[in-house]
């Protein structure tokens, strides 16, 4: 299981904190890092702050946006330290481990980590099946970023450790098919949004937020790849129907 799941970075400022991500990687068994447009990277404080996970970071894969991090994942999971605008789905880390270590071996699985003083936007967070939340002291609820990619790798480590034998995925059954990954997914939001502005029930002047409730809608259902295919088949004679 933790070989498959990926520590995504969105934007990191500090090079000390990409260092302390691979070391606490590093500690929990994970090898996966990938970074998006990080501020200063590779960095002379990003080694130090390594303390031996160096490896991690010279395997780290750089890319330009999170489509490109997500783009192979399955299910995506946003950390998120506050309440958002449309509820999504949230769980603690211990849950999250206990969605996790069911799956199958096939199933890449990426944990999102926003920047160092706002975390993730909306639009992001949108783009994930669940947000896990660490909770801690409301008073001083402050936690750098290694600290709590710590606390949630820890959490995936002791479920692999222990009998989580009783533990099943939040849709409830073994699949007979692979999940979607995010190229697909994106595609398939993508053709929603084009079919639902022909048919007029999107106005893409006033979208308001039946994109994001659409987006939540579905993933929330975890689709398979036969599923995707069939909600595209749909769309398309839907435009076929309008346009005839």
């Known amino acids: 299981m933790l070989e498959n799941i990926r520590i995504v970075l969105v934007n990191t400022t500090h090079p000390g904190n990409i260092g302390g991500v691979a070391r606490a990687m590093k500690n929990m068994g994970l090898s996966d890092l990938c970074l998006i447009e990080p501020r200063r990277f590779p960095h002379a404080d990003a080694s130090a702050r390594a303390a031996g996970a160096d ?16 783009a192979d994942c ?25 969605i996790v270590t069911p799956l199958p071996s096939t199933t890449r699985v990426a944990i999102v980590f926003g920047r160092e003083d706002r975390g993730l ?22 936690l750098n970023l290694a600290a709590a990619v710590q606390v ?40 929603f949004e084009e079919a639902l502005t022909e048919i007029d029930f999107l106005d893409p002047d006033k979208p308001r937020n039946l994109m994001p409730r659409l987006q939540r809608l579905l993933l929330r259902a975890v689709p398979d790849k036969i599923e995707v295919n069939i909600l595209r088949g749909m769309l398309t004679a839907i435009q076929k129907g309008c346009r005839r």
Not at 55 to 70: H, M, R
Not at 156 to 166: I, K, L, N, P
């Open 55 to 70: 490896d991690i970071l010279t395997n780290a894969t750089v890319v330009e946006s999170l489509e490109d991090a997500l």
């Open 74 to 98: 399955h299910l995506v999971v946003g950390t998120s330290a506050r309440s958002r605008t449309i509820p999504w789905p949230l769980v603690n880390p211990r849950e999250l481990a206990a």
């Open 121 to 142: 936007t909306n639009e992001e967070l949108q783009r994930c099946h669940q947000h896990v939340h660490i909770p801690v002291n409301e008073q001083f609820s402050s």
């Open 152 to 191: 949630i790798t820890y959490e995936m480590r002791m479920a692999q450790e222990c009998d989580v034998s009783d533990a099943k995925p939040r849709w409830g059954t073994e699949w007979d098919v692979d999940l979607a990954d995010g190229r697909e997914l994106e595609r398939l939001f993508d053709h």
